[in-house]
């Protein structure tokens, strides 16, 4: 629903973000802002700063940031609405009822009905599991053969279905639910032949939720020899198999490093047992695009844990490639001589399985490793192959620093001399991936210094060591409109002092621009700069965090008035003088260049900033 920006602003003015933000999480007054160990990684030392005067907040390690709605928002996962109705509550201020029209609330009600489906046969399954003889066998799998505990059982709400095909259906009948929501919600099957036959019979129960925790479908694996052995709940209104992630909604709160991406439930589940609890797994269908994007509102870095046969293997290799895609760090954390990650821990327990994550490979050197089992290095011609193929491999780095460390590294490995290697990679040439193999060949994207660019201010982060987001890598001119525009935030009275030199035209970067825009028109309407309500203009949440760290930095420079005065003369000349030196180029004649000129040789005047 569409709320007025004087509302919104009234919502959030009254709620102090200090307070709020210190409802949930321990803050401690720290000079001009308060910290506390960030509650979206996991950290020793704080990084997490909260803003009291510019009521916004940053977290230097992770990058999170924005202003009290966007924190309810990645701490609660509420949508914009319920992160707002929540504040309101708070301050009670009344919020207009929102008006759907009735096609869409018909849709809505019967996306709730299919929820309060789900969720009432998620009860009734752990019910059957944990207080009836009938679950006996559901226990005995669950404990003596999966060594689940109890209170694993009760977090995860476990369940079985009794051996009767129609006990769901009588249960659910018998609670009021009609037989076409049963049918849409994937739990009961109708037929002429057979009336109502239950999806699920004979089966240990596992519910799937959304990121918000609730139950929207079920994985089911068989006790006994039916086919298929797991099974899981169709395709809903409320169920897409492509957009969730089982047990997100819990690792999305975890304050470990990165996501660990699991095949199966049980290896979830084995491992948030065993103290891992940012493990996830994808429901049913390979790892896609889209779980890869979901992972990312939460952290940029994801740790393989595939079975360690030749299947797993394979899936691991495509699930490289979608996380290369979304631009994250990936890792591969070798479970040899064990299948899965489940198996691993009950043989040699978490403690190794730590050191193994410790231990985890990049995606590239995983990929390396595999070209190398599948090329014969003593054969010329698969030698050549090989070379050939990490070459491939090393060109697609955009980054020439990240290049070069992998070139290093993967020519002392395989004994590749270095000069010839990178004579390889620099003549290898990335053609156009229009998603089809060609004959087995690798396709890539096209040529050397094309179809990769530049990251800029608000569409690209670089994930960095230790799962920290950081921008990618910027022209030194977009770090200096950059940090200027942070020293104007830092001291709005910069923006009285620069009228007459720097304007909105001088940021060349066009992201950096649109937030000098807001700014500027900010401060000309109001005479001072509010950066909470500067983030509402910006819908995308990865924006918003970008935009809260110029916000949030503190500019703090421990040197006197004039050495920060000069330093400031030095960035205002260096961001004109590059605004200048671009006009120049595109001066439309003469007398234009000539007065360009003029301006750029009397930058002396800064002196009088």
Known sequence: MYYPDELVEEIREKNDIVDVIGSFVGLKRSGNSYTCCCPFHNEK???????????????????????????????????????????????????????????????????????????????????????????????????????????????????????????????????????????????????????????????????????????????????????PKYLNTKETDIFNKRRNLFAMNIAKRSRRRGIILCEGYMDVISMHQAGFDNAVASLGTAFTE??????????????????????????????????????????????????????????????????????????????????????????????????????????????????????????????????????????????????????????????????????????????????RVVTGTDKPESENERYLLTWMVNKPELFKKLEDIISIKDFLDENVRTVAEYLYEQYEKNGSISPAAIIDKFDDLEKQQIVAKIMNTEIDLEVDSEQEHRALIDIVRKVKLNSINAQIKNAPDANTMMELIKSKNSLSRLEGI
């Open 290 to 467: 889209e779980q890869a994007l979901l992972i990312k509102r939460y952290t940029g870095e994801v740790y393989l844990a595939y079975d360690s046969d030749a299947a797993g293997r394979s899936a691991t290799k495509k699930a490289i490639d979608i996380l290369k895609n979304a631009d994250m760090v990936q890792r591969v954390i070798d479970m040899r001589p064990y299948k899965d990650p489940d198996e691993f821990i009950k043989a040699l327990g978490a403690e190794e399985f730590e050191q193994r994550i410790r231990d985890a490979k990049p995606g590239l050197i995983f990929e390396a490793e595999s070209l190398a089992e599948e090329h014969d290095q003593t054969d010329p011609e698969g030698r050549a192959a090989f070379i050939s193929h990490i070459a491939r491999l090393l060109k697609a780095i955009p980054d020439i620093v990240r290049r070069n460390s992998y070139m290093v590294t993967l020519s002392n490995k395989y004994h590749i001399d270095m000069n010839f290697l990178k004579n390889a990679v620099d003549s290898t040439v990335l053609v156009e991936n229009n998603g089809e193999n060609s004959g087995g060949q690798d396709v890539f994207r096209s040529g050397a210094g094309q179809g990769v660019s530049e990251p800029s201010l608000l569409d690209s982060r670089a994930p960095s060591e230790g799962g």
């Open 45 to 227: 030392t704080p990084s997490f700063h909260v803003s009291k005067t510019k009521q916004i907040y940053h977290c230097f390690g992770c990058g999170v940031g924005g202003n009290v709605v966007t924190f309810l928002m990645q701490y609660e996962n509420y949508t914009f609405s319920e992160a707002l109705k929540y504040l309101a509550d708070r301050a009670r201020v009344a919020l207009p009822e929102e008006e759907m029209s009735p096609e869409k609330k018909k849709t809505e009600n019967r996306k709730e009905q299919l929820r309060e489906i789900n969720r009432s046969a998620a009860a009734y399954f752990h019910y059957i599991l944990t207080k009836t003889e009938r679950g006996s066998r559901g226990r005995d799998y669950f404990k003596e053969k999966r060594g689940l505990t109890e209170e694993t059982i009760a977090s995860f709400g476990l369940g079985f279905a009794d051996v009767y095909s129609d006990d769901l259906y009588k249960y659910l009948k018998s609670k009021g639910y009609r037989d076409d929501l049963m049918r849409d919600s994937g739990l009961v099957n109708f037929s002429e032949k057979y009336g109502a036959q239950d999806i699920f019979w004979n089966r240990v129960m596992v519910p799937i939720t959304d990121i918000g925790g609730k139950v929207i479908a079920f994985g089911g694996r068989v006790l006994g020899d039916a086919k």
